[in-house]
């Protein structure tokens, strides 16, 4: 088994588990994001919002690739 095999094992398990559990995931996204938006005293909302949808499609959408 190659390092490349292992790394095809390793994807197939992150997409296992963000398919159990991808609504938790998101859940940490938004929470991490909320948490960068009181730190920075909302002075980056918008910005904070733009990049929690981002990261949450970027899960999706990896979650769906063959």
């Given at each position: 088994m190659g390092i490349g095999d292992k790394f095809d094992?390793?994807?197939?398990?992150?997409?296992?588990?963000?398919?159990?559990?991808g609504d938790k995931a998101?859940?940490?996204?938004?929470k991490a994001g909320g948490l960068v938006d009181d730190k920075t005293g909302g002075q980056h909302s918008?910005?904070?919002q733009q990049g929690t949808e981002k990261?949450?499609?970027?899960?999706?959408?990896?979650?769906?690739?063959?």
């Open positions: 094992e390793l994807k197939e398990k992150a997409k296992d588990a963000l398919g159990q559990h998101e859940q940490g996204i938004d918008e910005r904070i990261a949450k499609e970027g899960l999706r959408n990896f979650g769906e690739q063959p």
